[in-house]
């Protein structure tokens, strides 16, 4: 294909890569980095890598590698040891730069000094993809989800959007008291991060075009997504779409089979498994392929699992309020923290 062969030729500078692999995590658990293994150009995607995007005090964003001594801070890494490394989860994404140089600078920072490290408890999170041009989401993708909500399980994906607006991060906040809605919802979701250009893939190629995975919480006002036959306007608030702490490239994580939970000031409302979606996530890249292009960076929401408040009875609904605090949880994928004002 020539989109194949114009990937192909803007990736063989990676060619020999470098891989950072890791013991399956949740919550404060570490990836260890390791030697490289060489790339072929159908691994051409970034490898073996837990990645964050850290807020810096320029009020901008920049990457962070998450290794056994914390986050390796890359732009200061990078500044200091000049290995061409990509310095923004854009760049990863795009393929811009040496990524083995990311293994290279942890070794070096590791060598001489702490400074180029941040304690995970200290660090500030951004978005961990802080530039998608789409964000797409999926409706009613679980089937004890769709039970509780009084619908029939879904013949084909049913999609909606949210926009850059909406991005949110791990330790980030939303201001409900200055919304004009009252019924707030949370969804606890698996994000699927798009690596490759894709058009028209098909169900057994799809896997070859997901970058890797995230936690994340499409935060509802289901008032407002009532309001019309259109879902938008509930689904779009900003804030409401909260991603990371972390982007775990695919090749670490099986997104169809891991357990994903949500709990509400320590209460636990969502207890579930991935493997319970209607469509998986191969099936979701290839569908939503067929009807637009996606891009590296573009976003999908997998859907949420049974437990949200709208799927109680009427007289058992209490709606989320400022003050709520919600710890959003993905097997290997970590812990979400995200407060309500």
Same mark, same amino acid.
């Given at each position: 294909?020539?989109?194949?062969?114009?990937?192909?030729?803007?990736?063989?500078?990676?060619?020999?890569?470098?891989?950072?692999?890791?013991?399956?995590?949740?919550?404060?658990?570490?990836?260890?980095?390791?030697?490289?293994?060489?790339?072929?150009?159908?691994?051409?995607?970034?490898?073996?890598?837990?990645?964050?995007?850290?807020?810096?005090?320029?009020?901008?964003?920049?990457?962070?590698?998450?290794?056994?001594?914390?986050?390796?801070?890359?732009?200061?890494?990078?500044?200091?040891?000049?290995?061409?490394?990509?310095?923004?989860?854009?760049?990863?994404?795009?393929?811009?730069?040496?990524?083995?140089?990311?293994?290279?600078?942890?070794?070096?920072?590791?060598?001489?000094?702490?400074?180029?490290?941040?304690?995970?408890?200290?660090?500030?999170?951004?978005?961990?993809?802080?530039?998608?041009?789409?964000?797409?989401?999926?409706?009613?993708?679980?089937?004890?989800?769709?039970?509780?909500?009084?619908?029939?399980?879904?013949?084909?994906?049913?999609?909606?959007?949210?926009?850059?607006?909406?991005?949110?991060?791990?330790?980030?906040?939303?201001?409900?008291?200055?919304?004009?809605?009252?019924?707030?919802?949370?969804?606890?979701?698996?994000?699927?991060?798009?690596?490759?250009?894709?058009?028209?893939?098909?169900?057994?190629?799809?896997?070859?075009?997901?970058?890797?995975?995230?936690?994340?919480?499409?935060?509802?006002?289901?008032?407002?997504?009532?309001?019309?036959?259109?879902?938008? @306007? $509930?689904? &779009? !608030?900003?804030?409401? /779409?909260?991603?990371?702490?972390?982007?775990? +490239? #695919? *090749?670490? =994580?099986?997104?169809?089979? @891991? $357990?994903? &939970? !949500?709990?509400?000031? /320590?209460?636990?409302?969502?207890?579930?498994? +991935? #493997? *319970?979606? =209607?469509?998986?996530?191969?099936?979701?890249? &290839?569908?939503?392929?067929?009807?637009?292009?996606?891009?590296?960076?573009?976003?999908?929401?997998?859907?949420?699992?049974?437990?949200?408040?709208?799927?109680?009875?009427?007289?058992?609904?209490?709606?989320?309020?400022?003050?709520?605090?919600?710890?959003?949880?993905?097997?290997?994928?970590?812990?979400?923290?995200?407060?309500?004002?």
């Amino acid at each position: 294909m020539d989109q194949d062969r114009r990937e192909f030729l803007k990736t063989t500078s990676l060619a020999g890569a470098a891989a950072m692999t890791g013991a399956a995590m949740t919550g404060a658990a570490t990836l260890t980095v390791t030697p490289a293994q060489a790339q072929t150009p159908a691994q051409a995607m970034a490898r073996g890598l837990t990645l964050a995007t850290l807020r810096r005090a320029d009020g901008g964003y920049g990457l962070g590698l998450r290794t056994e001594r914390g986050i390796l801070d890359v732009i200061a890494a990078e500044a200091d040891f000049r290995e061409n490394a990509p310095t923004s989860i854009t760049q990863v994404l795009n393929r811009e730069g040496d990524a083995s140089g990311l293994r290279r600078l942890a070794t070096k920072a590791s060598a001489q000094a702490t400074r180029y490290f941040v304690a995970e408890d200290k660090a500030q999170f951004g978005p961990c993809v802080t530039n998608p041009e789409k964000i797409v989401c999926v409706g009613l993708n679980y089937r004890k989800h769709a039970a509780e909500t009084g619908n029939p399980v879904p013949k084909q994906p049913i999609l909606f959007n949210k926009f850059n607006s909406a991005l949110n991060h791990h330790g980030g906040s939303i201001a409900v008291s200055k919304e004009k809605a009252t019924n707030f919802d949370y969804e606890a979701e698996l994000v699927i991060v798009i690596g490759r250009t894709a058009r028209n893939v098909s169900e057994a190629d799809a896997a070859q075009y997901i970058f890797g995975f995230c936690t994340g919480n499409d935060f509802t006002a289901r008032d407002l997504q009532s309001r019309s036959s259109q879902w938008m @306007l $509930g689904k &779009s !608030l900003d804030g409401s /779409g909260v991603i990371g702490p972390w982007l775990i +490239t #695919s *090749d670490l =994580v099986d997104g169809d089979n @891991l $357990g994903i &939970s !949500l709990t509400v000031n /320590g209460q636990k409302r969502q207890s579930s498994n +991935t #493997s *319970d979606m =209607v469509f998986n996530t191969k099936q979701l890249v &290839s569908y939503i392929s067929d009807y637009m292009t996606l891009k590296p960076g573009d976003l999908i929401f997998t859907g949420t699992p049974e437990g949200v408040i709208s799927g109680y009875p009427k007289d058992k609904q209490v709606w989320l309020k400022s003050g709520d605090k919600l710890v959003t949880t993905i097997d290997k994928l970590g812990d979400q923290h995200l407060t309500l004002t």
